[in-house]
């Protein structure tokens, strides 16, 4: 019960804050994030099994981590504690590490780089999104 009515409270919170006119609905974020997360999942997974073979070294591992770190920390940020500014911050160190992962990750696995390509368009949309709502929801 109790999980419920901490959804309903974060929803209801999500719901109330201003968001710019071209915000998403809210029904588009889950079926784009599993698409990602199976994306993310295939991809993320092929680089830590190379580096579990000592394939690839830690430093091509090393923004994959960091990102799924940001990316498991926004949800708490942002409907957690309700903080747009740390949420904003995370999200750019998570498009951040996106891009340093493709970057990364391309002599070894270009197929890999290319299955990120959604991810970094949909964490860029969604970048500029939260640093709208950041500043429209900023306390004066």
Avoid: C
Wanted: glycine share 4%; aromatic share 18%.
């Amino acid at each position: 019960m109790k999980k419920n009515t901490t959804k309903k409270n974060w929803v209801n919170w999500y719901s109330t804050i201003k968001k710019p006119s071209w915000a998403p609905p809210a029904w588009v974020f889950w079926p784009v994030w599993t698409v990602l997360y199976i994306l993310i999942t295939i991809s993320f997974g092929k680089v830590f099994l190379l580096a579990g073979g000592h394939e690839i070294g830690f430093m091509i591992v090393l923004p994959f981590l960091l990102n799924l770190m940001f990316n498991f920390i926004f949800t708490p940020l942002q409907f957690g504690l309700k903080n747009n500014l740390l949420s904003a911050i995370d999200i750019v160190l998570i498009r951040w590490t996106i891009i340093w992962s493709m970057i990364a990750i391309y002599s070894y696995l270009p197929r890999i780089t290319y299955m990120q390509i959604p991810y970094l368009i949909w964490v860029s949309i969604a970048t500029v999104l939260q640093i709208s709502v950041t500043i429209m929801n900023r306390r004066k």
